[in-house]
């Protein structure tokens, strides 16, 4: 009898123990499934596995057991979730209710205000739908390549007009000075890349309003982390909610993790621990495919979402 090697599989990062009966699905003969919960750092570079003639695969968004898409509308449910959070001051609020307060502050409304995107990509575009549709915000965008024609076109695929009644673009593309001092609030949804890191410095921060919210839900290293905290420091601007950092998890030392924000002249931060994509639906689709991913490789079959 021919004794079979069993593979090694190591699942990394596998959050909440989400991936379990995706990979228990896999052939116990065949494979031997180690699972690790630790988050990981960061690691780009697909290039070193190529080198080694190892293929790298990715997972779409779309998950065979469900036939609909997933992933692409939880990253802007979390978003819109935090630019109410914040001008309504709901984590504030619900501090100070258990603390045997009431009402302290007043909620900052969203009718008729700017909302300035920064990067008018597919999750850009879907959140500046809501934002207008939901609450009657005006949108501006910019980005270092769009066009008012490229602007349109997303209008359209958002299935909005192109231009309201009275003729105002309904994405209107604006200046880089002219996006960071028009937004009442700004959200930044850039794709990181070497062009793109550090993109947004005190420069721009120092044209908002002393009255705007900034959200950044994308990646943490786009915005030069230094220069936000510092305006966040004096009260620059209102207030700013993060889901996105520089290094993550933060450390424990980190400037952001304090309950000073909002006091003594500070801004207001609202912080999520990168939860843009953190759904149930989404992760278990994506172990699936992986799953599903690593059985085509054990038959020789071909990989689907091949990255390198």
């Known amino acids: 009898m021919v004794q079979v090697t069993q593979l090694k599989v190591a699942v990394l990062d596998d959050y909440q123990g989400t991936s379990e009966p995706h990979f228990n ?11 690790f919960n630790d988050t990981l750092l960061p690691y780009n570079h697909s290039e070193t596995p190529e080198e080694r003639g190892i293929p790298v695969a990715g997972t779409a968004d779309k998950s065979k057991s469900t036939g609909g898409q997933v992933g692409t509308n939880s990253t802007t449910e979390h978003c819109v979730a935090l630019v109410l959070s914040l001008a309504r001051n709901v984590a504030a609020d619900d501090l100070a209710v258990k603390s045997g307060l009431w009402q302290t502050d007043l909620a900052v409304g969203l009718a008729g205000k700017t909302f300035g995107v920064l990067g008018l990509g597919r ?39 192109v231009e309201g009644p009275d003729g105002e673009k309904t994405f209107r593309v604006v200046g880089r000075e002219d996006l960071f001092a028009a937004a009442d609030v700004l959200s930044v949804h850039l794709v990181l890349s070497d062009r793109s890191r550090g993109m947004v410095t005190a420069d721009d921060l120092a044209r908002m309003k002393r009255s705007a919210l900034f959200v950044n839900t994308s990646r943490g290293p786009l915005v030069v982390e230094r220069d936000l905290l510092d305006v966040l420091k004096k009260g620059g601007i209102r207030g700013c909610a993060l889901d996105v950092f520089d290094l993550e998890p933060l450390p424990l030392d980190s400037e952001w993790r304090t ?48 990255l390198a």
């Open 25 to 35: 699905k896999l052939d116990k003969s065949l494979f031997n499934v180690t699972t």
């Open 123 to 161: 999750l850009g575009a879907s959140t500046a739908r809501i934002m207008h549709l939901a609450f009657g915000m005006r949108v501006v965008a910019w980005s270092p390549n769009l066009t008012q024609a490229a602007a349109d076109d997303k209008a359209r695929a958002e299935g909005l007009p």
């Open 259 to 306: 309950v000073r924000w909002g006091h003594d002249g500070r801004s207001r931060v609202l912080l999520t621990p990168h939860m843009g994509y953190v759904e149930e639906k989404t992760l278990s689709a994506w172990y699936e495919q992986q799953a599903d991913n690593i059985t085509r490789w054990q038959s020789g079959d071909v990989l689907v979402n091949v």
